[in-house]
Every structure is written in structure tokens, then in C-alpha cells.
């Protein structure tokens, strides 16, 4: 039976799914890795012993997070040889350098302090004990720079030039620190600080819902309030870098994820399309919702500002126009919420409801924490699309398109390991949630700290 899509479509729908599914788990072990450095600093300093218990508490999320995260991220490298071998040819000599180098430089060193982090509060001096959890924070961003410097790569390549298919590189340090690296790296960065704010806030607010450790979890409660003021409007302004340099670099990623089809006239602004039916076989939205000049604005800082349309493009170098445009409202609007959610929680602060005699009483605040917490995965998995199906037809921006990477398997061979994924990957989503649930129904525990902490 023949099957309606080819081995490529299918190539790319099971290692979008493997990523997506992938990046669910290390996002949350980058952020959760910071925090418990923090509570470690914060108890050595202050000789509470709630910041050690909540130490003790989330560091088994994290180890949770992080073998889930090792074991999902390994298939995808095999991709690169069994569904992606033209790439694995065409960018072997750079992608290969730099994902060598998060093996090497940030995974070995996150994985061989992991245990000392874990596992030897009674076994290390404290000095030792606290840099070893320094050592796991420190891989763990390391691991986020390199993956993402690989990412950023293949939207703007240099440091080299293409020779029969192949990428020539010249030059490893002009291809690590290309035109993309800083605001792809800093924006998923701080996404990962984003989703650990709203997931340790959202798990404290069920606490504080259930009345059930009040005290214990208003700290870790407010601690995630106070990050969030930081980081929220951060991600915010990083987000806007972002766009302004795929305005630069990737001009067809930017008219598709706007749906804008055709350059504004000199003197007239390019509208900014709230919504739209985008119908990209008639190069034109069939009904949209309009800001005048906005989109003008937005990207050139001018209400006049030039935009290039998709129609300047040829339609084989252009992206699907659905994915990216909806998916960037979707991510702009979950990021617009969790300010919102911030600013409120700023208020009731201030109006002295953050207290444990009457924080439970502030139910929809709290039923707003956790319900941010999966809508920041929401907003970060959206991104994802935007980033990736924008960047089509392309596997290497402007150099290497995608139909020209994938292995020559048959459609039926692709499929079939796609359902394999997908069960495999279901299964493990189940045992995630069953442990998750496990620990925080436990609760924190009343573990007694080592001799070493401050009295």
C-alpha cells in the first residue's frame, strides 16, 4: 500500500517529534540546576535548613528530568547517520566539531559531578559538595551552548564555503560565533529559566492550594515570583532581538511566519497581521485582522520601513506559511500571559497576600501558577516551529536544502520507526508522569542536613 507521504516529510516528522519530545526534559534540567545551586549557596550562607530541604526536594526532579532527557536525546544523534546521511555528509565537518564538543566539554562534565551532587553530602567537605553542584549548573548551560551554536549554524552558516555538497570549513571560530549564535543561544537560555520559574512556582502553588507545607513552599513560592520579574520581560526583549536579526538574515522565515506576501510600497507601511487564513498556492491571505505599519515598525523601527513579501522569492525557496505564522502567535501570546501572570503576582504581593495565613486564600493566583507552568512548555515547543519549519526548504540556510539530506529509505521503513518512536517515546512520557506524581505527592522530606551546615 502506498503510503501519502514521502520518506522525506516522514524523516522530518519523526525527528521534529524526537526533537520536540527531546527538548521537554533538559530545558527544565539547565534551569532547575541554577536553582539548586542557589539553594545550596542560600543554606551554606544562612544555615536554614528548608533551603537544604528544598535542595533535596527538587534535586529529585532534576535527576528525574535528566535521565529521561539522556535517554530520549541519544536516538536523535543516530538519526543523523540513518535518516540524514546527506546532511551527516554535507555539514559533518562543522556539526560534528561543535556536538563533539557538548559531549566532551558539557555532558561529561554535568554527568561525572551529578553523583557527587546527588549523592555525596556526607561523604565530601562542603566545598567540595557545593562545586560539584556548580560543575552540573555549569555543564548544563555548557550543553545548552553548544546544541543551540549548532542550531544557529545551520541558519547562518560561515566560516567556510559549500564544494561539491560539501561544507569546506575554513574557519571554527567564525562558524561557532555565527551572525545567529547570540540571540539563539541567550533566547533559549533564558527560556529554560523561564519554564523552571513557572514550574517551581506552579508545583509551590499546588502546595499552597492544598494548604499542605505552607510555610515550606511559600519560599520557594516567592523566590520564583522574584524571578520571574527578572526573567519574563527578559525573554521578552530577547525575543524581539531575535526577530529583528531573522529580519536580517532569513528574510523568507520572516515573511512566512508573518504571512506577508508582498513588499510595501515606498512610503507605505507592511501591516502586521494579528490573524489570518494564509493560502500559500494563491500567494495571499484570504482574510487577515490588520495593525497598519506595524510590522514596518516592528522590524525596521520605521512606520514606513521596507518588508520583503514571499512573492520576491522563489516558491521553492519559500517555507510553509501555516506552521510558522500561527505558531509564533501562539508563542507570543503564552509570553505575553506569563508576564501578565508575574505583574499579578507583583500586585498581591504588594497588597501583603504573600503570607501563609493568607496565601491560600488567593486561589485564582495560584490556579494561574499552575496552569503556567505547562503553557511555558507550550510557548518554548511553539518557538521550536517557528525556529525549524521557518528555516525550510533548508537543512543549512541558503546552501543545503533538506530534500537533498534525507537517506533513501523507503517510505514504509521511515513510518515504521516513526510509530516505534511514538510508542516508545509515549511509554516513557507515562513513567515520567508516574514518578513526577510520586515525588510530589511525597512531599518534602525532614532529612536531617550534614554536620557541615551553619547552625
Known amino acids: 500500500m502506498d503510503l ?31 536553582f539548586l545551586l542557589a539553594m545550596e549557596i542560600l543554606w551554606l550562607k544562612t544555615g536554614d535548613e528548608d533551603y537544604f530541604r528544598h535542595f533535596r526536594f527538587w534535586s529529585r526532579l532534576f535527576l528525574l528530568n535528566f535521565t529521561v532527557g539522556a535517554v530520549t536525546g541519544i536516538p536523535m544523534e543516530f538519526q543523523f547517520g540513518t535518516n540524514w546521511s ?20 558539557a555532558f561529561m562534565l554535568e554527568a561525572c559531578f551529578l553523583a557527587i551532587m546527588m549523592f555525596g553530602w556526607k561523604r565530601v567537605p562542603p566545598h567540595m559538595h557545593l562545586f560539584s553542584t556548580a560543575m552540573v549548573a555549569l555543564g548544563s548551560s555548557l550543553s545548552a551552548f553548544w546544541i543551540m551554536d549548532a542550531s544557529s549554524w545551520m541558519h547562518t552558516p560561515t566560516g567556510g564555503y559549500l564544494r561539491d555538497g560539501i561544507f569546506v570549513i575554513t574557519s571554527h571560530i567564525e562558524a561557532i560565533f555565527n551572525p545567529d549564535m547570540v540571540w539563539g543561544v541567550s533566547h533559549m537560555w533564558a527560556a529554560c529559566l523561564e519554564i523552571t520559574v513557572f514550574v517551581v512556582g506552579g508545583v509551590s502553588a499546588w502546595y499552597l492550594y492544598k494548604k499542605r507545607h505552607t510555610e515550606f513552599f511559600l519560599k520557594s513560592f516567592k ?18 532581538g531575535s526577530g ?31 490573524l489570518a487564513w494564509p493560502d500559500q498556492d494563491r500567494q495571499e491571505n484570504l482574510w487577515s485582522i490588520d495593525v497598519p505599519n506595524a510590522l514596518s515598525l516592528i522590524t525596521t523601527h520605521s512606520m514606513t520601513g521596507r518588508v520583503p513579501g514571499l512573492k520576491e ?36 504581593w504588594h497588597r501583603g497576600d504573600l503570607v501563609p495565613d493568607r496565601i491560600a486564600g ?40 533538506t530534500d537533498a539530506c534525507a537517506t533513501a529509505l523507503s517510505a514504509h521503513t521511515v513510518a515504521s520507526s516513526l510509530v516505534a518512536f511514538a510508542a516508545v517515546y509515549a511509554l516513557l512520557f507515562f513513567v515520567f508522569l508516574y514518578f513526577a506524581r510520586k515525588i510530589i505527592v511525597q512531599g518534602p522530606g525532614h532529612e536531617t542536613p550534614p554536620a557541615f551546615g551553619r547552625k
Do not use: C
Not at 244 to 253: C, I, R, Y
Not at 363 to 391: D, H, N, Q
Open 4 to 34: 501519502p507521504f514521502d520518506h522525506v516529510l516522514l524523516s522530518r516528522i519523526q525527528f521534529g517529534a524526537t526533537a520536540m519530545f527531546h527538548i521537554l526534559w533538559p530545558v527544565l534540567t539547565i534551569g532547575l540546576s541554577i
Open 223 to 240: 523566590l520564583a515570583a522574584v524571578a520571574s520579574v527578572l526573567i519574563a520581560p527578559l525573554q521578552v526583549f530577547l525575543g524581539d
Open 86 to 105: 546527506g546532511f551527516s555528509r554535507a555539514g559533518g565537518d562543522v556539526l560534528g566539531h561543535i556536538l563533539g564538543f557538548e559531549a566532551a566539554m
Open 362 to 401: 488567593r486561589k485564582k493566583l495560584l490556579l494561574a501558577w499552575m496552569i503556567a507552568a505547562p503553557v511555558s512548555y507550550v510557548s518554548m515547543e511553539a518557538g521550536w516551529i517557528v525556529r525549524e519549519v521557518g528555516r525550510q526548504p533548508w537543512m543549512v540556510y541558503g546552501l543545503v536544502r
Open 244 to 274: 529583528l536579526a531573522v529580519f536580517k538574515h532569513q528574510p523568507t522565515k520572516l515573511a512566512g511566519m508573518e504571512a506577508h506576501w508582498d513588499t510595501n510600497p515606498h512610503g507605505r507601511g507592511a501591516p502586521w497581521h494579528i
Open 313 to 348: 522569492f522563489p516558491r521553492e525557496n519559500q517555507p510553509p506559511v501555516w506552521a510558522p505564522f500561527y505558531a509564533f502567535r501562539i508563542m507570543v501570546a503564552t509570553g505575553t500571559a506569563l508576564v501578565l501572570v508575574m505583574l499579578w503576582t507583583l500586585l498581591a
